[in-house]
């Protein structure tokens, strides 16, 4: 049987990285597995291989992604087109998108050996700058889009269409474009709602409204959204995934539209999203 070929990314700044890596080169090693290692993993073992996100993705079948949900992000901002299955194992706490623990590394080991996990197809965002009616930014993003204010602390207009219709024009802090998956980060924190991941819908969460009567609304995920800044505005920043940042210019159009790909997470079967939501939570039903 030909060893399958697993990538192996860390995040070097956790503590425990190191032993848990030492850990699954062990472990592996008793499995017709081939590991391949990103900088920092292989840094961390002094490995002689160390291959970016684009590399290991195009030779391997599952990236085994070590940190948070912050790690996760920055892996799918690292990789190109192929976008292979990541499987997260936590470093710290139970995480949305890293649902395995550190403490569960012989679970892990045995379901990716054996292919024992399940795929969580995530919708993702493609998100364009538009000028002069043509795009000069592009950009996909797993949690949200958010468009708002500069250094100076002031409110912003914005008006929104959902496909052809006029949402309304609203007056924020900013605004939050979120997936289902970033329904639970940044738009958590504005109030707005938490969305299944396969709910097939996208949040558009004003942040801070100077109209109170403005509240987060759900729109089907086919459906193009478009924000325009009003001229007036001081600068705008569009924000995506909380890891990159575009300035916007007079007259440039945001149009966010889902994303022809979805990325795969791969999570132990009999883990449910709302399994995770309660923990995570720390919902532990009503008080008497």
Not at 160 to 171: A, F, Q
Request: charged letters at 20%; proline letters at 6%.
């Amino acid at each position: 049987m030909p060893a399958r070929h697993l990538g192996l990314i860390a995040n070097d700044g956790k503590p425990g990285a190191r032993e848990l890596v030492e850990a699954l080169v062990h472990d592996f090693g008793a499995h017709p597995v081939q590991l391949h290692f990103d900088h920092r993993a292989g840094g961390l073992i002094g490995a002689k291989e160390r291959l970016n996100e684009r590399e290991l993705a195009e030779i391997c079948e599952l990236l085994i992604v070590l940190g948070g949900d912050g790690t996760i992000l920055d892996v799918l901002h690292g990789l190109g087109e192929k976008l292979p299955p990541l499987f997260g194992i936590n470093l710290g706490t139970l995480g949305f998108l890293t649902t395995v623990g550190a403490h569960e590394r012989a679970r892990a080991v045995q379901a990716v050996v054996a292919g024992d996990y399940v795929l969580s197809e995530r919708t993702l965002l493609k998100v364009e700058i538009l000028r002069g009616g043509a795009v000069v930014q592009t950009g996909i993003v797993l949690n949200d889009a958010v468009a708002s204010r500069g250094q100076i602390s002031q409110l912003v207009r914005l008006t929104v269409r959902i496909g052809d219709t006029v949402l309304t024009e609203y007056y924020a802090d900013g605004l939050i474009v979120a997936t289902p998956t970033g329904s639970t980060a940044y738009s958590l924190s504005a109030g707005g709602p938490i969305l299944e991941p396969d709910s097939g819908v996208f949040l558009v969460n004003p942040i801070c409204p100077h109209v109170l009567t403005n509240r987060a609304v759900i729109v089907n995920h086919d459906t193009p959204i478009t924000i325009t800044p009003a001229d007036s505005n001081p600068d705008i920043f569009l924000t995506l995934d909380g890891r990159t940042s575009h300035r916007l210019e007079h007259g440039d159009t945001i149009r966010i539209t889902r994303a022809p790909k979805r990325l795969p997470l791969a999570m132990l079967p009999g883990v449910s999203f709302f399994d995770v939501l309660r923990q995570k939570m720390k919902w532990s039903g009503a008080v008497v």
